[in-house]
């Protein structure tokens, strides 16, 4: 079980300074103030007073303006010593008010989770407060306003449901709980690691874990990374240079054995010399985690700029969803994309099959041809089929002289065509795929070449 601290601690950790801010008038339905809440239940305002008392707040929700790591932010810390961190009418109306303030003063909204869920002395007018905070995340996602969140113990129920799950960038504490099912609700015989943090960052549901030690750190790093756009429309992210110095290929199959290469820089190469500092987004939100598709947002030269890059692994679904994910939250902020391309092609397997494989295709090239910022491709090695073309930008696309671009690979051509495997060589070239043939024909831009060398 992680440590649990209460909300004006983890608000003195994470904060440089804070400025709660009043309760707001009640707005949710259920009538004017009453003995023992909305619905009645006996002896509700006495656990109110206790729980007050105990804590030394009003509320299960406290939040106001603050300063992260020398960044503007609302903040939001739930309160799980009074009645559980529970969500109620009241809780539900700081929270409401909480996201207007981040809208209207154009600055991330950071929240520190910690609840049980509804809470039951309102009956279901707790349970509604959950319709609230998903109008008021839709309200927060139209003003292109990021949303950040870090899951404590215990993040379950409803809060995890809108809050927490509902957040662009979601941290969470190492063995916190994290689970719709409450400790009392869950089943006797489930597995205990699906209630997790752990368990939740393996099948894609948290982007990131992280000590108590580096939130601070890491809240700011990623409120730099997802504020300083600025530019009105967004400038495209420049190419990334080659890493290697090479010629383009001579043939097509010379091209595909220099992609296929283990000497090849991959992307992560690329990545680490295109950025200064980067950080990761992982999962599809679906179960499913593509360990060969890297996403995030870096900063180049001060400005941000979102990555899916591709590393070589045939791309499963959940992959080309996390890619989705990424872009779609990139083209809210206002953030350039890169993507990377490195792929012999998608998985084809039965159990890609099973998880989608063309409906996460096809979610691919929607969120590329949706994309309101500008999207910048490098071909950095094999461009298999659709499963590489899916993060293709239509007009902006380049390549490396180790890249391939090819509708089917040679030896699958080769085959469909009843061709003998010594025929794969000839077939490449057949297929015009080097770097140089797709320039010809207007697949993308140009050949990039390595970066200058600077001037002593």
């Known amino acids: ?41 006996a002896g509700y305002d006495a656990a109110r007073a206790r729980a007050a008392e105990k804590t030394g707040e009003e509320e299960s929700v406290l939040y106001g303006r603050a300063t992260v790591d020398g960044r503007p932010v609302v903040l939001v810390a739930f309160e799980f010593g009074f009645l559980g961190g529970s969500l109620g009418q009241a ?40 319709q609230r905070v998903a109008e008021a995340t839709v309200r927060l996602r139209s003003a292109g306003v990021p949303h950040v969140t870090v899951l404590r113990d215990p993040s379950t129920g409803g809060g995890w449901a809108t809050v927490g799950a509902g957040a662009d960038v979601v941290l969470a504490l190492p063995s916190a709980q994290v689970a719709f099912a409450g400790s009392r609700v869950r089943p006797r015989d489930a ?28 809240l700011g790093l990623w409120l730099r990374l997802l504020t300083g756009a600025g530019e009105q429309p967004p400038v495209p992210a420049p190419p990334p240079h080659a890493l290697t110095e090479a010629a383009p290929p001579g043939t097509g199959w010379e091209a595909v054995v220099r992609a296929r290469s283990a000497a090849r820089p991959r992307a992560g190469a690329y990545l680490d010399a295109y950025f200064d500092v ?10 499913g985690v593509d360990d060969g598709v890297e996403c995030g947002f870096g900063l180049r030269a001060g400005r941000p700029v ?57 979610e691919a090239f929607a969120a590329v041809a949706d994309a309101r910022v500008p999207v910048t491709s490098l071909l950095v090695g094999e461009g298999g089929s659709g499963g590489a073309l899916a993060l293709a930008a239509r007009n902006n696309t380049w390549a490396t002289p180790d890249g391939y671009f090819s509708v089917i690979a040679p030896e699958l051509a080769s085959a469909i065509l009843k061709r003998s495997p010594d025929q794969a060589p000839v077939t490449a070239d057949q297929l015009r795929l080097r770097p140089q043939d797709l320039v010809d024909l207007g697949v993308v831009r140009g050949i990039v070449g390595q970066a200058e060398a600077p001037s002593e």
């Open 191 to 218: 597995d205990p690691s699906a209630y997790t943090a752990e368990g939740q960052y393996a099948h894609g549901h948290v982007d990131a874990l992280v000590d108590p030690a580096d939130l601070r750190r890491t």
């Open 278 to 287: 980067r950080a990761a987004v992982r999962g599809d939100r679906a179960g």
């Open 91 to 130: 809780a539900g109306d700081r929270l409401v008010a909480a996201y207007r303030t981040a809208v209207a003063d154009r600055v991330p909204l950071v929240s520190l989770v910690a609840t049980g869920g509804s809470r039951m002395q309102e009956g279901m007018i707790a349970l509604t407060q959950l």
């Open 306 to 362: 979102a990555y899916a890059a591709q590393g070589g692994t045939a791309t499963r679904p959940a992959g080309f969803r996390t890619a989705a994910r990424l872009i779609r939250l990139a083209d809210r902020l206002g953030i350039p994309v890169l993507t990377l391309i490195d792929t012999p092609g998608a998985a084809n397997d039965a159990e890609a099959e099973r998880a989608g494989a063309g409906p996460a295709i096809a």
């Open 1 to 41: 079980m992680a440590e649990r601290r209460t909300a004006r601690e983890v608000v003195a950790l994470v904060a440089d300074d804070f400025a709660a801010l009043p309760a707001p008038a009640a707005e949710a339905p259920g009538g004017s103030p009453r003995s023992d809440g909305p619905i009645g239940w």
